[in-house]
């Protein structure tokens, strides 16, 4: 069972970046997902989520208007498409699974875990 985080970089402020989180070993079709994020010296929270039927979204605040969830389960990869992003963006954002149908921004609420991919925007 493997979640693997992709897309990341070091981007302008006002730029755009797409992560991915590819599933393998298992199938995402069961799981809600979520997309996390820790900056240096702050806590983990929650930025996105999606229902295992992609009913149900979750953004926190900061994001809205700004990013999007998505999930391909024919390819068992989520997606967060980022735009007009922001120096304070910056930070290592996860993705995880929950075997449950509805979604939840708690962290202690996920299964599985990816390794974490760096996103810097640059002022």
Known sequence: VQ?????????QAGGSLR??????GFTLDYYAIGWFRQAPGKERE???????????TYYIDS????????????????YLQMNSLKPEDTAVYYCAAEASV??????RSYDYWGQGTQVTVSS
């Open 3 to 11: 979640l693997v985080e992709s897309g990341g970089g070091l981007v």
């Open 19 to 24: 992560l991915s989180c590819a599933a393998s």
């Open 46 to 56: 929650g930025v996105s989520c999606i229902s295992s039927n992609a009913g149900s």
């Open 63 to 78: 994001v809205k208007g700004r990013f999007t969830i998505s999930r391909d389960n024919a390819k068992n990869t989520v």
């Open 102 to 107: 509805v979604v939840s921004h708690d962290p």
